[in-house]
């Protein structure tokens, strides 16, 4: 074989890989769509503000149901708080669980998978970004599975039913 023939070969399976990773990319992303909502980062303010309101003390389990790069799981695990994150897309919970394991976040989980398929019974807290059409059989899970009291922090969405106790800008606060 010569020099151009493995220069083509290589730069053929590099592309090949490149679509593949893409496609694949494009797939996950729609599942996360049907499944529930795309990824979209909830901002820094937002962030601040989850924190601000929890203000419950350390030791207390959180969930971002849906939790992207991790953004929200490692700022919660930084506040002192035991911080679990469920996400369904495998990139984003590689992407994540980096960051947990580079910044030492003993105290920050992220599990890969389903949301739904996920039981919430053992959290003090849910945090969430999610989308307006799955507000409201998100709302009958959490009314299934939380106990009373559990505090709910959802970035711009609101539940049918559920009692908001609070609003700060984007963020909604409310109580199972
Ligand atoms: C709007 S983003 C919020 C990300 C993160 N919580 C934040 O606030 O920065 C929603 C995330 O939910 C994930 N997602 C969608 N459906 C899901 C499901 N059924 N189970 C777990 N994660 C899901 C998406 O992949 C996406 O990362």
């Known amino acids: 074989m010569t020099t151009l023939n493995v220069i083509i070969l290589t730069a053929a399976f590099l592309l090949l890989s490149i679509l593949l990773l893409h496609l694949f990319n494009t797939i996950v992303n729609l599942i996360a769509i049907i499944k529930g909502a795309p990824f979209v980062p909830s901002r820094d303010s937002v962030i ?4 601000e309101e929890l203000g419950l003390g350390s030791g207390i389990n959180v969930v971002d149901i849906g939790s992207g790069d991790g953004r929200v799981v490692i700022a919660l695990a930084k506040a002192g708080y035991n911080a679990h994150g469920i996400e369904i897309n495998p990139y984003l919970v ?40 799955i507000m409201d ?17 959802s970035n711009f969405f609101k539940f049918p039913n559920l009692e908001q106790i609070k609003q700060v800008e984007r963020l909604r606060v409310f109580k199972v």
């Open 48 to 51: 601040s503000s989850m924190i």
């Open 94 to 133: 590689i992407k994540s669980r980096l960051k947990v394991m580079l910044q030492r976040r003993k105290n920050a989980r992220i599990h890969w998978g389903d949301m739904w398929a996920y039981n919430l019974s053992s959290y003090d807290c849910i945090v969430l970004y999610g989308i307006g059409r």
């Open 137 to 153: 059989d998100l709302e009958k899970k959490l009314m299934n599975e939380c106990r009373s009291g559990t505090l709910v922090l």
